[in-house]
C-alpha cells in the first residue's frame, strides 16, 4: 500500500487566502506525520488551510493524486533533489497531475524558498499548451513585478510573422493590465530546454511559464525534450500547463 500526502511546504509570504493542498510523493515520511507539519506550517503561517492524507489502496497514487488535484487551482509538486535517480516514480507524479488533473502543475525544485514571484519569464510558442499556460497564469503575472515573454526560434504562424511571433500573447496580456517584455533568440546549437534555462537565469526570473508536453510525453521522456529538460534541470519553479 502506497501513500500520497498532500502537503504545503511553504505558503507565499503574507499571503493568507485559504490554501488547500500541495502535492508530494512521500518515500520515508509516513503520510499522517507529513500531514501533521504541514498543518502547523499552515497555523504558523496564518494561512486558513485543509490537509488531507490519502491512501492509494485500489489505484496508483499518482492517479489519486491527479484525482484529488481537479478540485484545488493549482498543483504543486516538490520535486527531490535526487528526482534525477528516482526519475521514473517523480516523473510518474508529475506526468499524471498534468495529463490528468486539468489542472496548472508548478514544480519547485527541493529547498527552494518560495516567497513571491517578482519577475516571470515566459517560454512562449504558438501551441495549445502554451496559450493554456498562459491563461491559468494569470495571477501570478498580474502580481509580478515585471515579465519577459521569450520567444525562441521563431517561426511564423498562421497569424503572425517569424518577426512578430509573440506580439498576439503580448495583447492578451496587455488585456489584463500586464505589460510584459517580448525577448526573441536563437538556440544557437542548444536545446530549447536549455536556451530557456539560460534566458532565465540572466535576466533573474523567480518562476518560468510553460506549456507541458507538446510532443507525446512518452516521445520526450524516451528521446527528451523542453519538458523534460526543464522539469530535471530549472532550478526555479516551473509553472506548466498541458
Given at each position: 500500500m502506497s501513500s500520497v500526502a498532500f502537503t504545503p511546504e511553504k505558503a507565499p509570504a503574507g499571503d493568507k487566502r485559504?490554501?488547500?493542498?500541495?502535492?508530494?510523493?512521500?518515500?520515508?515520511?509516513?503520510?499522517?506525520?507529513?500531514?501533521?507539519?504541514?498543518?502547523r506550517k499552515l497555523e504558523a503561517s496564518g494561512v486558513v488551510g485543509e490537509i488531507r492524507s490519502l491512501e492509494?489502496?485500489?489505484t496508483e497514487p499518482a492517479d489519486l493524486a491527479a484525482t484529488a488535484a481537479r478540485h484545488c487551482d493549482l498543483a504543486v509538486l516538490a520535486r527531490p533533489s535526487h528526482a534525477r535517480r528516482d526519475g521514473s516514480t517523480v516523473h510518474g507524479y508529475f506526468a499524471a497531475l498534468l495529463m490528468e488533473s486539468a489542472r496548472p502543475v508548478m514544480v519547485v525544485p527541493a529547498d527552494h524558498?518560495?516567497?513571491?514571484?517578482?519577475?516571470?519569464?515566459?517560454a512562449w510558442r504558438e501551441t495549445r499548451e502554451c496559450a493554456r499556460a498562459l491563461r491559468d497564469a494569470l495571477p501570478f503575472l498580474e502580481a509580478a513585478g515585471s515579465v519577459d515573454l521569450l520567444v525562441v526560434d521563431p517561426k511564423a504562424t498562421p497569424l503572425e510573422t517569424a518577426d512578430d511571433v509573440g506580439t498576439t500573447a503580448m495583447q492578451f496580456l496587455a488585456g489584463h493590465g500586464i505589460d510584459a517584455h517580448r525577448i526573441a533568440v536563437a538556440s544557437e546549437g542548444?536545446?530549447?530546454g536549455a536556451t530557456v534555462l539560460d534566458e532565465a537565469r540572466q535576466r533573474h526570473a523567480d518562476l518560468i511559464v510553460a506549456g507541458g508536453y507538446g510532443h507525446s510525453r512518452f516521445r520526450e521522456w524516451a528521446i527528451g525534450g523542453t519538458t523534460r529538460h526543464l522539469f530535471f534541470e530549472a532550478t526555479i519553479p516551473v509553472l506548466y500547463s498541458h
Amino acid at each position: 500500500m502506497s501513500s500520497v500526502a498532500f502537503t504545503p511546504e511553504k505558503a507565499p509570504a503574507g499571503d493568507k487566502r485559504a490554501f488547500k493542498a500541495i502535492a508530494v510523493p512521500i518515500h520515508d515520511t509516513s503520510a499522517s506525520t507529513c500531514a501533521a507539519g504541514a498543518q502547523r506550517k499552515l497555523e504558523a503561517s496564518g494561512v486558513v488551510g485543509e490537509i488531507r492524507s490519502l491512501e492509494a489502496v485500489y489505484t496508483e497514487p499518482a492517479d489519486l493524486a491527479a484525482t484529488a488535484a481537479r478540485h484545488c487551482d493549482l498543483a504543486v509538486l516538490a520535486r527531490p533533489s535526487h528526482a534525477r535517480r528516482d526519475g521514473s516514480t517523480v516523473h510518474g507524479y508529475f506526468a499524471a497531475l498534468l495529463m490528468e488533473s486539468a489542472r496548472p502543475v508548478m514544480v519547485v525544485p527541493a529547498d527552494h524558498p518560495v516567497e513571491s514571484f517578482r519577475h516571470v519569464l515566459i517560454a512562449w510558442r504558438e501551441t495549445r499548451e502554451c496559450a493554456r499556460a498562459l491563461r491559468d497564469a494569470l495571477p501570478f503575472l498580474e502580481a509580478a513585478g515585471s515579465v519577459d515573454l521569450l520567444v525562441v526560434d521563431p517561426k511564423a504562424t498562421p497569424l503572425e510573422t517569424a518577426d512578430d511571433v509573440g506580439t498576439t500573447a503580448m495583447q492578451f496580456l496587455a488585456g489584463h493590465g500586464i505589460d510584459a517584455h517580448r525577448i526573441a533568440v536563437a538556440s544557437e546549437g542548444r536545446s530549447v530546454g536549455a536556451t530557456v534555462l539560460d534566458e532565465a537565469r540572466q535576466r533573474h526570473a523567480d518562476l518560468i511559464v510553460a506549456g507541458g508536453y507538446g510532443h507525446s510525453r512518452f516521445r520526450e521522456w524516451a528521446i527528451g525534450g523542453t519538458t523534460r529538460h526543464l522539469f530535471f534541470e530549472a532550478t526555479i519553479p516551473v509553472l506548466y500547463s498541458h
